[in-house]
């Protein structure tokens, strides 16, 4: 599944939006945002994270994995996570992200 | 051309996907996603092992986009609907790709995959089995893809759209911010290139916005219409996405989709690069 492809087979390989975000092992010189989208508890499986900048134009987007998490390798600065799901779910959460560190966001929806 | 000719929704997948000569196709980069559960009747096609060079950087040549054609079941005269993740990119790459080898009739999936799961529409595992055909291809036809040495000679010359996030186009970011940033080649643009992100022609649904929306967005990112028009990104889908909306739902005549993207571009030796948000 694309939640175990290896890093770098993700960069050298192409472009696309492995579900759950590329894998990582720690965030070396990465600015990295990642977390979780719960309902009622469980993991929501099917829904998309999208990152939004400070100005509120969209930068990136990934399917959630079968566990509800998402991975975003951003810049220094604050960003928005917004998540969408069946049934009109709309979900927003204010993040800052640095260089060298792993920003987790747990979202309830 | 109207959206019609090039655009189908989803009631109209639900009322035709039975149809004789209609076939459905999902593109992915990652095909775990069909395996998963895609449309019914859906045949899937690997964006890299499908349709790429496995050794040289390129296509697969003519002969071998016939073999794969052939094997999946897909005729000369079938009205091809691609769909994928991603926002389409990968779909609108192989629609591309299809009308580069000629095939007629194809259309986009408005949406893709992600509209189509945002309604809760059915999605399941059975493949299906289609009779193998034999498909014949014509030559590429270049008029709609770009080379290296065109992005250069199109410097200042032409309309260049890097279609990249605004930090990818400043150098800030090298790949989108859904993978991990380490790369080899250097960070920018190209010089005169307007930064117009793929995502500004699309609703956050998937779907495309109105043909007088995306006409006041090329129009006020400064395209000049009557110029001829190079696309780009970094390795060439998402530009496809926004090949798609200036030569398909605009009608825009020359435009290329420029498919090495910036990491040939920022990989070549001696070429002009700019950094920042300027163009």
């Known amino acids: 599944m694309a939640g175990s492809q290896p890093a770098e087979q993700a960069v050298s390989g192409g472009c696309g939006a492995p579900a759950g975000g590329a894998p990582v092992q720690d965030a070396g010189n990465q600015a990295i945002v990642q977390g979780k989208v719960t309902k009622d508890g469980s993991p929501v499986q099917v829904g998309y994270a999208r990152l939004l900048n400070s100005g509120g134009d969209f930068v990136a987007e990934v399917p959630l994995g079968e566990d509800g998490g998402f991975r975003f390798f951003a810049a220094p600065g604050d960003w928005t996570l917004r998540v969408l799901a069946p049934g009109g779910i709309r979900a927003d959460r204010g993040v800052s992200a640095a260089t060298g560190e792993i920003r987790e966001l747990e979202v309830a929806v | ?279």
């Open chain 2, 1 to 279: 051309m109207s959206r019609s000719d090039v655009l189908v929704d989803a009631d109209w997948v639900d009322a035709h996907r039975g149809d004789p000569g209609v076939v459905l196709v999902e593109v992915d980069e990652d095909t775990s996603a069909y395996d998963k559960g895609h449309i019914r009747g859906a045949v899937k096609l690997d964006w890299k092992a499908d349709l790429q060079d496995p050794v040289r950087r390129d296509f697969v040549d003519r002969a071998g986009f016939e073999a794969l054609l052939s094997q999946r079941g897909i005729s000369n005269d079938d009205t091809v609907i691609l769909y994928g993740g991603n926002n389409n990119w990968f779909a609108a790459y192989a629609y591309w790709y299809f009308k580069l080898y000629g095939h007629q009739n194809v259309k986009l999936l408005d949406g893709g995959r992600k509209k189509w799961e945002l309604d809760s529409r059915e999605l399941v595992t059975d493949v299906p089995r289609r009779p193998a055909t034999s498909y014949a291809a014509r030559e590429q036809d270049t008029s709609i893809r770009a080379f290296r040495d065109e992005v250069v000679a199109a410097i200042g010359a032409r309309n260049l759209i890097d279609v990249r996030s605004p930090d990818e186009f400043a150098g800030r970011l090298l790949a989108p911010a859904h993978l991990p940033q380490e790369q080899a080649q250097r960070g920018g643009h190209v010089p005169t290139a307007r930064n117009v992100p793929w995502s500004k022609a699309a609703e956050e649904d998937g779907t495309f916005k109105s043909d007088d929306a995306l006409r006041a967005l090329y129009g006020e990112a400064g395209l000049d219409f009557a110029r001829d028009t190079i696309a780009y990104c970094r390795i060439g889908e998402r530009s496809a996405h926004t090949w798609f909306v200036l030569h398909e739902l605009l009608g825009q005549p020359n435009v290329k989709n420029y498919d090495g993207s910036w990491t040939e571009y920022g990989s070549l030796v001696g070429v002009p690069i700019k950094l920042g948000d300027e163009s």
